[in-house]
């Protein structure tokens, strides 16, 4: 069971590089979300996606992009990183159960340093 | 906006004393609160509650909601050096879906 997967685990950027994150999931859920973390913040949401084809803004959408092509996959970009943007960030994706939306199960993260 | 609390910040408590995490919110139509527990890396689920009053129990780990004050709790029992983690407490509401993360508490247990 592969569950939430995230590519790379680690990056290291110079300012103004871009790069992508992938997320993937096997659990054939709508929802996908993005978060980055912080040391003293939690943990802040990006954007998120309930379902292909669609995304919506979180709190600090700022500076990412995201594609949501196909259902299984949510892709996280920065088109021209910034030092702000070191930081852990994490995918997680959830369905429903009934009516009820299902608990969120997290991908390993990845670390990204932008210097 | 949705709005999630936790206190306190951080804990430091001794091997088995008993430790009770809160978790305060503000959500429009709400659905769902959920518990984490985030050791090194990805957050692990340990409780989802819908409905006010009613406990949720897994070993010495509990929580309960309370819907009317917009609020939970998170008890920990006979505490163990396992134990020490952050524990994040998020909502989820009819705006759009969002699951809205707390800034954790940081629990550290000494032997």
């Known amino acids: 069971n592969a569950g939430v997967t995230q590519t790379p685990k680690f990056r290291v950027l110079k300012t103004g590089q871009s790069m992508t994150l992938l997320c993937a999931q096997d659990m054939n859920h709508e929802y996908m979300y993005w978060y980055r973390q912080d040391p003293g913040m939690g943990l802040r949401l990006i954007h998120y996606s309930v379902g292909e084809g669609t995304t919506a803004k979180g709190e600090v959408p700022d500076g990412y992009n995201v594609s949501r092509l196909k259902k299984q996959n949510f892709l996280l970009g920065l088109e021209s990183a910034a030092p702000s943007q070191t930081s852990v960030y994490f995918c997680?994706?959830?369905?429903?159960?009934?009516?009820?939306?299902?608990?969120?199960?997290f991908g390993q993260g990845t670390r990204l340093t932008v210097v | 906006e949705d709005k999630v609390v936790q206190s306190p910040l951080s804990l430091v408590v001794h091997e088995g004393d008993t430790v009770t995490l809160n978790c305060s919110y503000e959500?429009?139509?709400?659905?769902?609160l959920l518990w984490y527990k985030q050791e090194k890396k990805a957050p692990t689920f340990l409780f989802m509650l819908?409905?006010?009053?009613i406990e949720k129990k897994s070993g010495r780990l509990s929580s309960i909601l309370d819907k009317k004050e917009l609020f939970s709790i998170l008890n920990i029992t006979a505490t163990q050096t396992g134990d020490s983690a952050v524990y994040l407490c998020?909502?989820?509401?009819?705006?759009?879906?969002?699951?809205?993360f707390g800034t954790g508490t940081r629990l550290a247990v000494r032997p």
């Open positions: 959500v429009t139509n709400f659905r769902s």
């Open positions: 819908t409905s006010s009053g």
């Open positions: 998020a909502v989820s509401g009819s705006s759009g879906d969002k699951l809205t």
């Open positions: 997680a994706s959830r369905n429903y159960r009934g009516t009820m939306n299902t608990e969120a199960f």
